[in-house]
């Protein structure tokens, strides 16, 4: 992707699952620099000795820290803000430091993007933001705003930054999610545990989330929020593909834990106004879907949802398919 090209790159949160990724693949993109930015100094050893790039610097900071952000973002074209907590039962506990890291935090970031007059900065979200339950979604909700709206702040004659947001499900051995949770559980010889095998979520491979991340940038006009076309799966439909992986596996229900959605919505039916789609992803623009040009995106065309995109609703996948997608995603090694 030309637009990556010799760029120099800043994320946040750079040492997570996704941080690590997104590092690699941009390493491939021949970018100039690449600036990892979190507050965990051992993983940051880590990661260091196991990319061996001097193309990659290590920054240790916090997003509440605004301070050091505007020093780290020095020169930089491009950010991936990435950082938050995001365990939904330790932020119900703990809300108040999850606003000061997802939302005072993001907003910490984007006045540092404007401060340092970057290029582009993208704010990754998650299907939690919509229609939020826990205040893991409400704060994520919050970060996706102030990335749509930043571009209110925008003095064209200054500022040159073009503000986006993401928005996917589950991604596939990310840390804390459901999936490494059962295998662990399944090689400790402990029973996976389940709250309800009726319910559903969205998963999305790394491999997907990076494609979908890059190429959401290199076509983005500003100020939309991009959300992917991917399937959804039922818990009981994973508790098979676990048996189709490992053969024996018994299970022990428990409870729901708070703040926890039955369901997951990625568009709820009040943004199907503001919807348009392409063969690959949908975009929610700031004005109504009648009003965006054509040809403002390729293939672009205004929804055919009539209703929310929901992981109950959306196209389920198989036990077999799933079971597939995990053994290729390496995650049962």
């Known amino acids: 992707m030309e637009i990556f090209k010799g760029k120099k790159i800043l994320i946040t949160g750079g040492t997570g699952s996704l941080g690590q990724a997104l590092t690699k693949r941009l390493l491939n993109e021949q970018v100039d620099v690449i600036r990892v930015f979190s507050r965990n100094e051992n993983k940051q050893v880590v990661m260091e000795s196991k990319f061996e790039d001097d193309r990659l610097r290590f920054l240790l900071g916090d997003v509440r820290d605004q301070s050091r952000l505007e020093r780290a973002l020095e020169d930089i074209d491009i950010v991936f803000h990435a950082a938050a907590l995001k365990h939904v039962p330790v932020i119900e506990y703990n809300p108040f430091e999850a606003i000061k890291t997802n939302v005072i935090g993001s907003s910490n970031v984007i006045e540092a993007c404007l401060h340092e007059n970057v290029d582009i900065a993208v704010g990754v979200g998650t299907d939690k933001a919509v229609s939020p339950l826990n205040t893991y979604g409400a704060t994520k909700l919050l970060m996706e705003k102030l990335f749509v709206t930043a571009g209110n702040y925008l003095d064209k004659n200054r500022h040159k930054t073009k503000f986006l947001a993401l928005r996917y499900g589950n991604v596939l051995g990310s840390s804390g999610s459901v999936i490494p949770k059962f295998i662990e559980q399944i090689k400790n010889g402990k029973k996976i545990s ?29 100020s ?19 048996i189709e992986l490992f053969d024996k596996v018994e299970y022990e229900k428990i409870h729901v834990r708070q703040g926890e ?44 949802l009539e209703k929310q995109y929901s992981s109950d609703v959306a196209e389920q996948m198989t036990s077999s398919e799933l ?9 049962v090694n």
């Open 323 to 331: 079971a597939s997608l995990i053994k290729n995603s390496g995650l």
């Open 261 to 304: 959605k039955y369901h997951e919505t990625l568009i709820n039916g009040d943004e199907l106004k503001y919807t348009i789609e392409t063969d690959s992803r949908y975009i929610i623009s700031r004005i109504f879907a009648d009003e965006v040009s054509d040809g403002t995106y390729d293939g672009m065309y205004k929804t055919n």
């Open 224 to 242: 939309e929020v991009f959300v992917p076309k991917i399937k959804a799966y039922k818990i009981e439909t994973l508790k098979e593909a676990m």
């Open 194 to 222: 389940i709250t309800d095998l009726n319910m559903t979520r969205f998963s999305i491979t790394m491999d997907q989330a990076l494609e979908f991340i890059l190429s959401s940038v290199s076509i983005s006009k500003g």
